[in-house]
């Protein structure tokens, strides 16, 4: 076995999950409210520590998990760490597949933060970090946008001066694509497909859905950046554009701060004026609260219209839709709605097998269904795990 230690960082959180691969998860953990006052959680057989502990850079942080680490004796030394898998959220169209990181991807990383600022700067600085740290360690990037790699042009050619996609590399790229290959791998496994025609919807506080055509990625409802799309806890997902130009007029507020509003004051959070929380948003709904099931009702809308685009996209050949991530995975309710108002295509929701806590891959809907619809817990570590793995040992 190799310890693999699997990191997700952003602009201010770091989550962490170490392997004894390819059979045990160590621990896990998250590092969070970094250059506010800091909070640590670290889960270590079947036990929650937490800590508040401060933590002013990403530098700290690391430091606060490799010393608990030694704390809890999970590790004698930072070597022990052979092999580190990074998540990258953005690859742009340089990085179709995972890949060993050296000076010359960092330098193109650091490049390509223009595509994603909220998120690769964060990533390439705690590559930098671990490179100093653990200087043993070899690192490897996976990528959330190298599975839509696939799309054809049509897919992620915006509607705007082609100059713009040359010049700017403005295009659709997606996100969640590690996701969605974890959902691909699964559903390969477990089911006999004929076509390889997938639709998943990975419902988290982000969200996005992806049809999958053949095994690989055909359209994803995320643009250039997460912004696009469903609407999210905090996101709007898709709106006018010239609705930025006409609020800046009102309010004075530039591009940025408009662009940051919705981003983190919208979606369910700026309809419903309560939550981004799905959670919240549910039991509102159950006490009447208006704006809460107006919030809800644009939610599944967002979601029923992006699934009935991609029928269409997959030719009627759709033979799975799939909910995953915490909301897809939990809310047992929103998938009952999703499918209700899917009219599309017929399918009928199994209520006693949607309403079961759900652990592992499931069927919710009833054989004699047009689609068959699966409840699949997405695990993104394990397949940045085994592509660490795969690069380092080729």
Not at 26 to 39: A, I, P, S, T, Y
Not at 304 to 315: G, H, T
Request: hydrophobic share 40%.
């Amino acid at each position: 076995m190799v310890k693999i230690l699997v990191i997700n960082a952003g602009s201010s959180s770091v989550k962490f999950q170490l392997y004894n691969y390819p059979s045990q998860v160590v621990c896990k953990g998250l590092c969070e409210r970094l250059f506010v006052d800091g909070k640590f959680t670290l889960e270590i057989n079947d036990k929650k520590i937490k800590l508040d502990v401060p933590m002013n850079s990403h530098k700290e942080a690391i430091q606060v998990i490799l010393d608990n680490f030694k704390k809890h004796n999970i590790i004698k030394d930072y070597n022990e760490i052979k092999i580190i898998g990074h998540r990258v959220v953005q690859g742009g169209s340089v990085y179709k597949e995972s890949t060993l990181i050296d000076e010359s991807v960092i330098l193109k990383l650091e490049e390509l933060s223009k595509l994603a600022p909220l998120h690769n700067p964060g990533a390439v600085n705690v590559m930098k970090i671990f490179a100093k740290l653990c200087p043993e360690s070899k690192s490897v990037a996976v990528f959330d946008t190298s599975f839509h790699q696939t799309m054809p042009e049509k897919n992620f050619i915006y509607p705007v001066p082609y100059s713009w996609y040359e010049d700017h590399q403005v295009r659709r790229y997606g996100m969640h694509g590690t996701s969605s290959r974890y959902i691909v791998k699964k559903i390969r496994s477990e089911l006999n497909l004929k076509e390889g025609n997938i639709i998943n919807c990975h419902l988290g506080n982000g969200a996005s859905i992806t049809a999958i055509k053949n095994w690989k990625g055909y359209n994803t409802s995320m643009g250039l950046t997460p912004l696009a799309g469903i609407m999210m806890g905090t996101r709007s997902g898709d709106i006018d554009p010239a609705i930025l130009e006409y609020v800046s007029k009102i309010t004075k507020k530039d591009v940025f701060e408009l662009t940051n509003i919705l981003n983190k004051e919208s979606g369910l959070l700026g309809v419903s004026g309560i939550s981004s929380d799905m959670r919240d948003i549910i039991a509102a709904v159950e006490k009447g609260n208006k704006r809460a099931i107006v919030a809800l009702d644009i939610y599944i809308s967002k979601i029923v219209n992006y699934i009935s685009m991609y029928q269409n996209d997959l030719e009627n050949k759709t033979e799975a839709i799939v909910f995953t991530a915490g909301i897809g995975e939990n809310a047992s309710l929103i998938r009952e709605m999703v499918i209700e108002k899917l009219h599309i295509i017929d399918v009928t929701i199994d209520k006693a097998k949607n309403n079961q806590r759900i652990s592992e891959m499931t069927k919710i809907s009833t054989d004699n269904s047009q689609v068959d619809v699966y409840v699949i817990p997405t695990d993104e570590e394990i397949m940045i795990a085994q592509d660490a793995y795969n690069i380092i040992n080729k």
